[in-house]
Antibody, heavy 121, light 107 residues
Framework: EVQLLESGGGLEQPGGSLRLSCAASGFIFSNYAMSWVRQAPGKGLEWVSSISGNSEMTYYADSVRGRFTISRDNSRNTLFLRMDSLRAEDTAVYYC??????????????WGQGTLVSVSS | DIQMTQSPPSLSASVGDRVTITCRASQSISNYLNWYQQKSGEAPKLLIYAASSFQSAVPSRFSGSGSGTDFSLTISSLQTEDFATYYCQQTYSSPYTFGQGTKLEIK
């Protein structure tokens, strides 16, 4: 059974930093790309970042590029999101998602339960 | 960036009804279109990928269609557990944008 468990969220001041983690199990972690998606309170889903299985390729939304860094440790089956220069508009539930892609399919097929990040003074 | 426009934003329906949600992309995305269901307080769940393929264990009352710029999700006979918010997402090119969501409510 695929399981994704996020942690690391909390309350942080504007300009501060947080590191989110996502512990994965139930699949061969290194074989799959992974992604972060966020959802501000009462709002829709926003894709944040994705990383390939071997970490060679990373992608970011314009809203976080230069402030957030996605990474992974395949030996520990863990995905990370380093969040620097936090802003109030970064307040959201952050989900990690397993990213399944091949020649005919690119989808986020499993999601974690999310971790809440609140940015406020 | 590719913009995804869902309609309607909200929909009120009864158990047993047939409902259709549409999603339009601002440019052609081939069939790189996914549909997700999100119930209140829960994580999103993949329903349909590649516009019309079922994720495992998704009931057959759900179906997806479309290609290019115009897509739809149909629920053939609404069940109580289907009342939720539905999102489309394009994965044709980064950034992988979502539609704004369609909230399906009980009439």
């Amino acid at each position: 059974e695929v399981q994704l468990l996020e942690s690391g969220g909390g309350l942080e001041q504007p300009g501060g930093s947080l590191r989110l983690s996502c512990a994965a199990s139930g699949f061969i972690f290194s074989n799959y790309a992974m992604s972060w998606v966020r959802q501000a309170p009462g709002k829709g889903l926003e894709w944040v970042s994705s990383i390939s299985g071997n970490s060679e390729m990373t992608y970011y939304a314009d809203s976080v590029r230069g402030r957030f860094t996605i990474s992974r440790d395949n030996s520990r089956n863990t995905l990370f999101l380093r969040m620097d220069s936090l802003r109030a508009e970064d307040t959201a539930v952050y989900y990690c998602a397993k990213y399944y892609y091949d020649s005919g399919r690119k989808s986020f097929d499993y999601w974690g339960q999310g971790t809440l990040v609140s940015v406020s003074s | 960036d590719i913009q995804m426009t869902q309609s309607p934003p909200s929909l009120s329906a009864s158990v047993g009804d047939r409902v259709t949600i549409t999603c339009r992309a601002s440019q052609s995305i081939s069939n790189y279109l996914n549909w997700y269901q999100q119930k209140s307080g829960e994580a999103p769940k993949l329903l349909i990928y590649a516009a019309s393929s079922f994720q495992s264990a998704v009931p057959s009352r759900f179906s997806g269609s479309g290609s290019g710029t115009d897509f739809s999700l149909t629920i053939s006979s609404l069940q109580t557990e289907d009342f939720a918010t539905y999102y489309c997402q394009q994965t044709y090119s980064s950034p992988y944008t979502f539609g704004q969501g369609t909230k399906l409510e009980i009439k």
